[in-house]
């Protein structure tokens, strides 16, 4: 009931909990060190479950829905068995953890995945800036139309600064991007 009642859990973990209650009701019956083992595993598995659902705000949030679904499906699986004691809890636990820890190494994947693709850009773009500042640097820029000047110092330096971050030759002008400037 305390733990049910927590205000700083989301609704959706506290109605999980409430599910839990009939299954906890009558492990406590059958195994008393439910309340004396704080290692027991129902005990970890509320804990776990409190614990790990306070890092989200509001049930919208990312990876909500990856924490709560095997939670539920865990806890009805509980709820539905009669095995006494605790050998169902620590499969459950066990199960949960390995389906949160896989949802945690794909998240922790992707986000390695973007941080890579924004060091990329960063790359990209300030080579971009050094290849601008060669173009601007050549006499015959003043020749040349308003609009491409505006091309050749906007896309075309990232089109060169691409081609040469992609080159594993070292080439000094891979593809001849920087040949086709005058």
Do not use: C
């Not at 008393?32 to 290692?39: A, E, G, I, M, Q």
């Not at 709820?79 to 949802?103: C, H, I, K, M, S």
């Not at 773009?125 to 050549?138: D, F, G, K, T």
Request: glycine letters at 4%; charged letters at 30%.
């Amino acid at each position: 009931e305390n733990i049910a009642g927590d205000e700083r859990l989301l609704p959706a973990v506290r109605e999980v909990v409430r599910q839990l209650e009939p299954a906890l009701l009558r492990l406590a019956l059958a195994d008393p060190r439910f309340f004396s083992d704080r290692r027991h595993p129902a005990r970890r598995l509320l804990d776990e479950m409190t614990g790990r659902s306070l890092a989200w705000q509001a049930e919208s949030e990312a990876g909500f829905d990856a924490f709560i679904a095997p939670l539920r499906e865990a806890v009805e699986a509980l709820v539905e068995t009669r095995v006494e004691g605790a050998e169902p809890y620590e499969f459950a636990l066990q199960t949960l953890e390995d389906a949160w820890n896989r949802g945690q190494s794909r998240e922790r994947r992707q986000r390695e995945k973007a941080v890579r693709a924004l060091l990329q850009a960063e790359q990209r773009n300030l080579l971009a800036a050094r290849v601008a500042q060669e173009i601007e640097a050549r006499a015959d820029l003043a020749l040349a139309p308003p609009v491409v000047i505006a091309f050749l110092l906007g896309p075309w330096t990232q089109v060169v600064a691409r081609a040469q971050l992609a080159d594993t030759d070292g080439q000094s002008d891979p593809s001849g991007y920087r040949a086709v400037v005058p």
